[in-house]
């Protein structure tokens, strides 16, 4: 257990919805990193924050946006979901940038 | 734009034998990661190497760092079936503090045969 913790575990949805993943990062850690990996794109970088701001960005789609509030934790902004949006969606934190920390991740399935 | 490439991407491989993966980035890079992934699982830190040279093992598990020829490797000693999994390298390029994203390789599937 990496002490990152998400919700919800699984997620199935229709096309054109939009859904919320959440992210608790351990505690004690600032940065927040959204990263999804699919069977055709592989593992890829979608967006990170330290301490509440936006510190880089990834292949996100614009239909994707994210924020991280006070308390730290994170939450990933899903909307007009395609076939192709399907995906497990990680979080990892770290305290300083040095080693990132997996959560067990979201499985998302758009039908 | 960094490119991270692992080979092989498959490896079917018997318990008690020898094997290395092999993990090349394309620009340097401040730390190199290894993760290890079980089928629907998270990822879970193997090691992070931060300098030419460096060396780390974990049991049956040695990952070593020569960023001069930006290469990285994984060697398995003897082999066991618990070893099964995918084995992913990562490199971050930290442009400054607080901005930091890894780039993955394409992983290894690992399958050990009794």
């Known amino acids: 257990d990496s002490g990152v913790t998400q919700t919800p575990k699984h997620l199935i949805t229709a096309t054109g919805q939009r859904v919320t993943l959440r992210c608790s990062p351990r505690?004690?850690?600032?940065?927040v990193y959204w990263y999804q990996q699919s069977l055709d794109q592989g593992l890829q970088f979608l967006i990170q924050?330290?301490?509440?701001?936006?510190?880089a960005k990834g292949n996100i789609l614009e239909r994707f946006s994210a924020q991280q509030f006070p308390d730290l934790h994170s939450e990933l902004n899903l909307s007009s979901l395609e076939l192709g949006d399907s995906a497990l969606y990680f979080c990892?934190?770290?305290?300083?940038?040095?080693?990132?920390?997996f959560g067990p991740g979201t499985r998302l399935t758009v039908l | 734009e960094l490119k991270v490439e692992q080979n092989p991407l498959f490896l079917s491989m018997q318990e008690g034998k020898n094997y290395t993966i092999y993990c090349n980035y394309s620009?340097?890079?401040?730390?190199l990661y290894w993760y290890r992934q079980d089928p629907g699982k998270s990822l879970e830190s193997l090691f992070v190497?931060?300098?030419?040279?460096a060396v780390k093992q974990e049991g049956r598990l040695m990952a070593s760092l020569d960023t001069k020829a930006r290469l990285s490797t994984l060697h398995i000693t003897a082999a066991v079936h618990d070893l099964s999994a995918t084995y992913f390298c990562?490199?971050?390029?930290?442009?400054?503090?607080?901005?930091?994203?890894?780039?993955f390789g394409t992983g290894t599937r690992l399958t050990i045969i009794p």
């Open positions: 505690s004690g850690d600032l940065s």
């Open positions: 990562a490199v971050d390029k930290r442009a400054n503090f607080g901005n930091e994203k890894l780039t």
């Open positions: 990892a934190s770290s305290v300083r940038g040095y080693e990132q920390f």
């Open positions: 620009t340097t890079s401040d730390r």
């Open positions: 190497l931060l300098s030419n040279g």
């Open positions: 924050y330290y301490n509440g701001e936006e510190r």
